[in-house]
């Protein structure tokens, strides 16, 4: 594959055919990332990004080559991501541990060489806001994969046996298009077989998941995500190489995801400490939306910085949108 990638890449520099070149140079980068060269390949995706527009389609709209096409589109939605590390707060053993999971899936081909295999299955649980999805961003990104999320309004069929044939197309795409194939609010795939609510089309999703599962060689990363893993079918976990919990942030995790989001404005240290104290117990999902309120509030005034009172406010208005959905909840 690679010498047949390199023909095209002569070919289309001889010809100065500029978006076959580039094209080139991002099918490369794929090619060195399903052989686990993540680094090299994302040195190609770089210079790929500095040679100049980016191919157009007929209707001169630029195409992201990342981005899936044909059947699987309907399946599946994203695109080569930017985040890093350096953009989640999380505590630092699941931070570790997710680091971890990032070297070995780049020392892929060495690891082979001893016949050991990267982690790359991986089960996200935990409260809804607590960073699942950033997570799974954050690997694509580190990777220089694309993070895939599966479309469930796609996947789920009404037509017998149909879901479980959509799910064989995301599969088969893994080996193809390696990448973070995000499957979101998973207890709705592979629910408990027994389930009191159980049918006999959800017991053949959940055994075409585990059986797909199994048969998967491909470089692509797996993530699971569910904010309810008490609903999940037993066998399910055993199918993951390793599960990653994810909890309500503490003060100190909060104060430093406060200083994220308004790093730009200097607040101090002790201010943002004290206000996660005050704040204690909301999601991380809940304070990067009252960072952003604050910020609108300040904007709408006219104010030329972020006052403490913009913040307080803001978390005020979360805090009591959170205690209503609890409610909420309790009495139903």
């Avoid at 195409?63 to 707060?89: N, S």
């Avoid at 971890?100 to 935990?126: D, K, S, Y």
């Avoid at 959940?206 to 998967?216: C, E, I, N, P, W």
Wanted: aromatic share 6%; net charge negative; charged share 30%.
């Amino acid at each position: 594959m690679r010498s047949e990638l390199l023909k095209q890449l002569i070919t289309a520099h001889v010809e100065g055919d500029d978006v076959a070149f580039r094209k080139a140079v991002i099918q490369l980068a794929s090619a060195e990332s399903s052989a686990g060269h993540t680094r090299i390949a994302e040195e190609l995706r770089r210079v790929a990004s500095q040679l100049g527009e980016r191919p157009k389609s007929a209707e001169g709209q630029v195409v992201d080559i990342a981005r899936p096409r044909g059947q699987v589109a309907e399946l599946l939605e994203g695109g080569h991501r930017d985040e890093r590390f350096r953009d989640i707060v999380l505590p630092e053993s699941t931070r570790d541990l997710l680091a971890r999971i990032a070297r070995e899936n780049r020392a892929r081909a060495e690891l082979e060489r001893w016949q050991v295999a990267p982690r790359r299955r991986l089960l996200f649980h935990g409260p809804p806001g607590c960073g699942k999805t950033l997570a799974a961003a954050v690997l694509a990104g580190e990777l220089g994969l694309p993070l895939m999320t599966v479309r469930f309004d796609a996947l789920f069929s009404r037509f017998l046996g149909a879901t479980a044939n959509h799910l064989r197309i995301i599969f088969d795409e893994m080996p193809r298009r390696p990448g973070v194939y995000l499957f979101d609010e998973f207890d709705a795939v592979a629910q408990r077989r027994g389930h009191v609510q159980d049918v006999g089309e959800m017991r053949r999703i959940v055994t075409s998941f585990l059986q797909l599962t199994d048969a998967d060689r491909s470089a692509s990363l797996i993530i699971a995500a569910t904010n309810h893993a008490e609903l999940l079918d037993r066998a399910v976990f055993r199918r993951f190489d390793v599960e990653v919990p994810f909890e309500l942030p503490d003060e100190q995790q909060l104060a430093e995801l406060l200083a994220l989001r308004l790093a730009v404005f200097g607040l101090p240290e002790e201010l943002l400490w004290r206000i996660a104290q005050a704040n204690n117990g909301i999601s991380y999902a809940d304070a990067a939306r009252a960072c952003d309120d604050a910020i609108r509030a300040m904007v709408i005034d006219g104010a030329e910085s972020l006052s403490p009172e913009y913040l307080v406010w803001s978390l005020a208005v979360v805090a009591g949108e959170r205690n209503r959905r609890l409610d909420d909840t309790s009495e139903r």
